[in-house]
């Protein structure tokens, strides 16, 4: 990871996006920053807690996103400038706040909030186009097109916020957050920050108090009134520009990472006399006279952006209202089904796309070319299956929850979460899960199948959740289901990291993001004190901890508590050695016959267990077994063993 | 009529999910996708094999009684009441301590411990009673063990799983204790002998105990539950008839309850069981009606004579001749058992020559259908 303070200012340097835009938050002065983790937003928060203690800035993991940006806005309400990072899951879960903090306004210094999107939700739950907040909340929204408008955006949007008293949102997407590009460094102001919550009571104070939403028409009035001076600013945001002929044959409107590929598709059909890109870098409000400057320049018009129509429907909406006489353009994007409105945005769709309206021939690579590119990893790269690593205590916890709940016979079934343990939808979990919703989701859901028996409802419901899941949504309804007499158990799967998204702290763990002891809240004493039976077993047990789970189940009612313990396991390969060695005896491994049929192999699945198809045994991989031991309890036969190594 | 082999699957489809699970436990213990938990047979993963001897040795799958006849016997299946016989006759235990915690006579207990101190088998699977007064299997190295399994539990559990559960290399000689169900299984088992488990040819002695029914295992420990404390149970009875009680011995209180709401509780797939008198075992018994403290015997192999008659050289069992009504009313009430079976059954497939499970010759079956059920017969 690069220095993302380094002192150079004018140098050019190497950063992901999410760098960039961490950069950028310190060129901007800020002085607290709060997040919780999510692809493709961590590591903001993540780099910038690396430099916090020398530049003098806090920083927080938060227990949610809405804490995050409501500590957040108390920075701001104090005078000091403050960043609020998440992915667009997160953003959902802060709404309610957002559409209060836009009536109220902010303190005296700014406060940004960066969110990242996951078009084709590469690692989340949905690809939600966080865009349209902007416009149904009136808040100002910046997207970068490249990775040095990633740095630089930071510190012209902290200087919107003052300069118009409002929150502002900056998106990025994967392809920007994760990618790796040139950018020419600022300077990093020395600013010592001075916090202080001023009370004044005068309506013409700069921050008059109380802060608060009401009147809300009146406030909601005011804040129209402030987009409105938004959009006359960014009218000539040099974030917005126009490269191509003056009148050409197709206009791209285009912004994000839709902007690099406008660029290759028109230098690949080279065709930069015909077509012109609009790129827009301020997507709300949108400098409207600009748009029609360059509408009325082009008969065809083509939108070129990640996810939703966002900026098409706007400017169809927006052209609608112009005058009969002006020019009616001829408008192509997701609504004519030249791009799709769900998944990624590729080069190759954007050059099919312009291609087909301006009917341009172009073959994009011959044949063969995929087939190569395919050949290419075959021999280098392992085929793998979607599965937790090695010696996870996860594969332990479901292997224990689906013996439970079979054993149980009743037909139950896991509600899952967001973590790591998602993969249990698959073979990773043994197909445990059966919901999938967003964080915390799993539980609520428990809650509501927990009352269904009147109804006739008799299966039981496993809840399982992770750590930070738990401290983050888990708590509320886990305190619904103990007071409304649910009955469900609730796994938590206790490995002590946010192992997910690169081993956050979390409340349950030792240190802060800034490297500081942590108060620890324990869970199980939470758990208890909401009043909910709590049992804490070890994965890794799988007799006990089947007995436990089994037992919980059949406790048939109320809320209880099942915590799985034990280290993530690449968090554990870091301090610790091998603590087996582990063999397989060929002569007793049963292989396909009856009585086993590979049952580490084909059903367990560890990675670190590879089936030797010509000798009709399994042997072990010694480079990627952990040595965790738990495949020698699963197999029948006592074939593989485990040897304490002293 | 399925004759064909198949897999875990199918063993689901076709029998534990249709209620014709005897929970004898020949699918259980020999591999790990199957279990017995609570009374009820589960399927923890799917094996994917399309052959397995879960389905093989099931007694509710197709079984040649022929070919098991044979093995046992070196005779095919008669169809005859109480089968295969060498010599009926009354016995008990000699000693008095044996008779006391044994269910009636303690001849099972008896000859068990016999056989383990005369070398004859190294350890007998057996019931014994877990706290909850549930079955439950284990292995008894001596005749104190054995003592420690004496006394009936009418809830079928899965005998056979603790014969599975032996290490494949074990050289143990073996007795065992089943039920009719278990013993054509463990038949089974003889007849084409697992690869992969403990080996048939050490089963030296099985002991059958006579059968009507059975009960289920969870819906009557809920009873149980309900209407007795069970940790107090001492002994389990069902006395001859016509005394048509099911008693809770309670210390040394004896709580009865009529046997026709006990019989609610009793396995659906009894109903299709033919056998009565454990027909495809060594030796087989039961209680004496009219008698107490002793049991009919059926010896029907030579191992079973052989023991037999060492037992009563020894003073191990007193023996006395089975009065002759006895054996025509054991005789009518396994006839009953039969008759019932076949018709319950004809009814379930509704075709005459479809008899599930039952692989018998044409002439067999004309001969079963053609018993009637008149009498009422066995508890
Ligand atoms: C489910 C069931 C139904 C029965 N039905 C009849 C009947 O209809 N008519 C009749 O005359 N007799 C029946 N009996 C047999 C009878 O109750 C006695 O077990 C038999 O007479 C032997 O008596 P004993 O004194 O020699 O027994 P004991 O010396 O006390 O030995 C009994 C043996 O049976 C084993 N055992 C106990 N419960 C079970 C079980 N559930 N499954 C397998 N083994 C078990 C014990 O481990 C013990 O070794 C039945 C027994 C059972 C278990
Ligand atoms: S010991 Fe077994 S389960 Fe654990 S990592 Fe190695 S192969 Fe996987
Ligand atoms: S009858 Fe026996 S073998 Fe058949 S399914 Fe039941 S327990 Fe398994």
């Known amino acids: 990871m690069p220095n993302i303070d380094m002192d150079a200012p004018g140098s050019n340097q190497l950063f992901i996006g999410n760098e960039a835009m961490a950069r950028g938050a310190l060129e901007a002065g800020i002085g607290f920053a709060s997040a919780y983790p999510g692809t493709p937003s961590s590591e903001i928060l993540g780099s910038l807690s690396e430099v916090a203690k020398k530049r003098d800035i806090y920083v927080e993991w938060s227990v949610n996103e809405k804490v995050a940006i409501e500590a957040g806005a108390a920075a701001s309400f104090a005078g000091v400038r403050a960043l609020v990072a998440m992915k667009m899951n997160g953003l959902n879960t802060v709404i309610d706040f957002l559409s209060t903090i836009t009536l109220s306004g902010i303190g005296k210094k700014g406060i940004v909030v960066m969110v990242g999107d996951d078009p084709s939700a590469h690692s989340s739950s949905n690809e939600t186009d966080s865009r349209p907040v902007s416009k149904w909340l009136d808040i100002p929204l910046v997207e970068p097109g490249d990775f040095q408008e990633a740095k630089d955006m930071m510190p012209f949007l902290y200087g919107i916020s003052e300069e118009f008293g409002t929150i502002s949102i900056m998106r990025s997407v994967t392809r920007i957050a994760h990618a790796r590009g040139n950018i020419k460094l600022g300077e990093i102001p020395k600013i010592a920050h001075k916090a202080r919550f001023e009370q004044y009571l005068d309506p013409a104070a700069p921050m008059p108090t109380p802060i608060m939403c009401v009147p809300s028409s009146f406030r909601h009035m005011f804040q129209h009134m402030r987009m409105d001076k938004v959009r006359e600013k960014f009218e000539s945001c040099s974030f917005n520009r126009y490269v191509g002929p003056d009148k050409p044959d197709l206009l791209i409107i285009t912004a994000g990472s839709g902007w690099l590929y406008s660029q290759d598709a028109v230098n690949a059909l080279k065709a930069e006399n015909r077509i012109g890109i609009l790129k827009l870098g301020t997507l709300w409000p949108l400098p409207e006279k600009l748009i029609k400057t360059h509408l009325s320049k082009a008969d065809k018009v083509i939108f070129i952006e990640e996810t939703d129509p966002f900026l098409e429907g706007v400017i169809m909406e927006y052209t609608a209202g112009f005058s009969p006489e002006s020019k009616r353009n001829l408008f192509y994007g997701k609504h004519t089904r030249h791009l799709n409105s769900f998944g990624e945005l590729t080069p190759d769709a954007v050059i099919k796309a312009i291609t087909s309206v301006l009917d341009i021939k172009y073959a994009p690579r011959d044949a063969e070319y995929m087939k190569k590119v395919e050949a290419v990893p075959q021999g280098h790269v392992m085929d793998r299956l979607l599965t937790f690593c090695p010696g996870c205590p996860h594969r332990a916890s479901f292997w224990a929850i689906k013996n439970a709940l079979a054993m149980d016979g009743r037909n139950g079934f896991v509600t899952g979460d967001i973590g790591c343990y998602t993969m249990a939808l698959g073979p990773a979990g043994f197909f445990q899960t059966r919901t999938h919703q967003c964080m915390g989701a799993g539980a609520g859901l428990a809650n509501g199948f927990g009352q269904l028996s009147r109804f006739g409802f008799n299966q039981p419901v496993v809840s399982v959740v992770g750590d930070s899941t738990f401290y983050h949504s888990i708590i509320p309804a886990l305190v619904n289901g103990v007071h409304n007499h649910s009955n469900f158990t609730l796994v938590i799967l206790d490995n002590g990291a946010t192992a997910m998204t690169g081993f956050q702290p979390h409340p349950g763990t030792e240190l802060t993001a800034m490297g500081e002891p942590a108060a620890q809240i324990s869970m199980e004493n939470i758990c208890r004190a909401i009043g909910a039976r709590v049992e804490i077993c070890d994965p890794f047990d799988l007799k006990d901890t089947t007995r436990t789970i089994l037992d919980l189940v059949e406790q048939d009612q109320g809320a209880r508590v099942a915590i799985m313990r034990r280290t993530c396991e690449l968090v554990r390969q870091k301090k610790e050695k091998k603590p087996y060695k582990m063999q397989i005896d060929p002569d007793k491994c049963l292989g396909e016959d009856c009585g086993c049929n590979r049952l580490c192999t084909r059903v367990f699945r560890c990675p670190g267990l590879i089936w030797d198809a010509a000798a009709g045994k399994t042997r072990i991989d010694e480079v990627i077994c952990t040595a965790c031991g738990v495949c020698a309890d699963i197999c029948p036969e006592g074939a593989i063993t485990k040897e304490a190594i002293a | ?379």
């Open chain 2, 1 to 379: 009529m399925v004759t064909k082999t198949k897999g875990i699957g199918d063993l689901f489809k076709e029998i534990i999910d249709k209620g014709l699970c005897t929970v004898c436990g020949a699918c259980v213990g020999d591999c790990p996708y199957v279990v017995f938990y609570r009374g009820k047979i589960r399927m923890l993963d799917f094996c994917n094999r399309t052959e397995g001897h879960c389905y093989e040795y099931c007694p509710r799958t197709f079984t040649d009684l022929d070919a098991i006849s044979n093995k046992i016997h070196g005779t095919s299946y008669t169809g005859d009441e109480i089968g295969t016989v060498k010599e009926v006759l009354m016995a008990r235990a000699g000693d008095s301590k044996t008779r006391a915690k044994a269910q009636y006579g303690g001849t099972v207990s008896a000859l068990l411990s016999l056989a383990l101190d005369n070398g004859v088998i190294d350890a007998a699977i057996l019931s014994k009673n877990t706290d909850d007064k549930l079955p439950s299997g284990f292995v008894a190295r001596s005749s104190a063990q054995v003592l420690e399994g004496a006394g009936s539990n009418y809830m079928a559990y899965p005998a056979l799983e603790a014969l599975n559960g032996m290490p494949r290399d074990s050289k143990d000689r073996l007795g065992i204790v089943v039920t009719p169900c278990q013993a054509i299984a463990l038949a089974k088992m003889k007849v084409s002998p697992p690869s992969q488990r403990v080996s048939m040819e050490n089963v030296r002695l099985s002991i059958g105990l006579f059968c009507t029914w059975a009960l289920a295992y969870d819906r009557f420990f809920e009873f149980i539950k309900n209407n007795v404390s069970p940790a107090k149970i001492k002994k389990f009875d069902i006395p001859p008839p016509p005394a048509n009680r099911f008693d809770f011995y309670i210390g040394k209180e004896v709580e009865s309850f009529p046997l026709d709401g006990i019989r609610n509780y009793r396995m659906s797939t009894c109903a299709y069981c033919l056998d009565m008198t454990a027909e495809f075992t060594d030796i087989s018994l039961g209680s004496v009606e009219g008698i107490e403290g002793w049991n009919t015997v059926i010896v029907r192999t030579q191992q079973g004579m052989d023991i037999v008659e060492e037992a009563k050289k020894k003073g191990v069992l007193e023996i006395k001749e089975l009065p002759a009504q006895n054996l025509v009313h054991l005789k009518d009430a396994a006839l009953i058992k039969k008759a019932r079976a076949v018709q319950a059954i004809v009814e379930r497939t509704g075709d005459k020559n479809d008899l599930m499970y039952l692989g018998i010759s044409d002439n067999l079956k004309g001969k079963l259908l053609s018993h009637r059920v008149t009498a009422q017969g066995g508890h």
